[in-house]
C-alpha cells in the first residue's frame, strides 16, 4: 500500500461498504399519489449521513403535485418511460426526458413530473443531498 492509498483510507474511516437488494428498500418514506419511492441508500437503510437515493415508479398518467426538496439538490435518471417536467416559479419551463437521461433538479426548485403514457410507467432512480426525502407541496403555484 502506497502512502497516498493508506491516507485515503484512513480518511474514509472504517465504514463497510453495504450492498442493499430490491427486498431491503425502504417503502416507508415520504409518498406521492400515484408514484412509489422506495429508498435504497437514506438514513433509515445504510445509515447514510448526506445522500438519499431510491428507485422511483410513476404510474401510467399520473402528474405529481406542484413541490419542491427544500435546500437538497437532485439527480434523476430515466430507467424507462416518457416524463415530462415542469419547472419554474409559475411551471412555464418544461423538458421531456426519456430512457437514459439524466435531470437535474436545484435545491428549491418547484416542478412537477408528468408521466406522458396513459399506459406505460415512468421507471427512474433519484439521488438527494439529504438524507430523508423531503417533499414541499405548493399548491398555490399549480393555479
Known amino acids: 500500500m502506497t502512502t497516498e492509498t493508506a491516507q485515503i483510507a484512513t480518511r474514509?474511516?472504517?465504514a463497510p461498504l453495504q450492498v442493499l437488494r430490491?427486498?431491503?428498500r425502504d417503502c416507508g418514506t415520504t409518498q406521492?399519489?400515484?408514484m412509489q419511492r422506495e429508498a435504497g441508500v437514506s438514513l433509515e437503510t445504510t445509515g447514510a449521513e448526506q445522500l438519499w437515493m431510491g428507485h422511483v415508479t410513476v404510474a401510467?398518467?399520473?402528474e405529481s403535485g406542484?413541490?419542491?426538496h427544500g435546500a437538497c439538490e437532485s439527480g434523476i435518471y430515466i430507467i424507462s418511460g416518457q416524463a415530462r417536467f415542469r419547472s419554474g416559479p409559475d411551471l412555464s419551463e418544461q423538458a421531456d426526458?426519456?430512457?437514459?437521461?439524466?435531470?437535474f433538479v436545484p435545491a428549491w426548485a418547484l416542478h412537477q413530473e408528468i408521466n406522458l403514457s396513459q399506459t406505460?410507467?415512468?421507471?427512474?432512480?433519484?439521488c438527494r443531498t439529504v438524507t430523508d426525502d423531503e417533499l414541499v407541496y405548493n399548491e398555490a403555484?399549480?393555479?
Open 12 to 14: 474514509a474511516g472504517t
Open 66 to 68: 406542484v413541490h419542491h
Open 60 to 62: 401510467p398518467g399520473v
Open 32 to 34: 406521492t399519489p400515484g
Open 120 to 126: 406505460e410507467p415512468v421507471v427512474a432512480i433519484v
Open 22 to 24: 430490491p427486498a431491503n
Open 97 to 103: 426526458a426519456g430512457p437514459g437521461d439524466f435531470i
Open 141 to 143: 403555484a399549480a393555479r
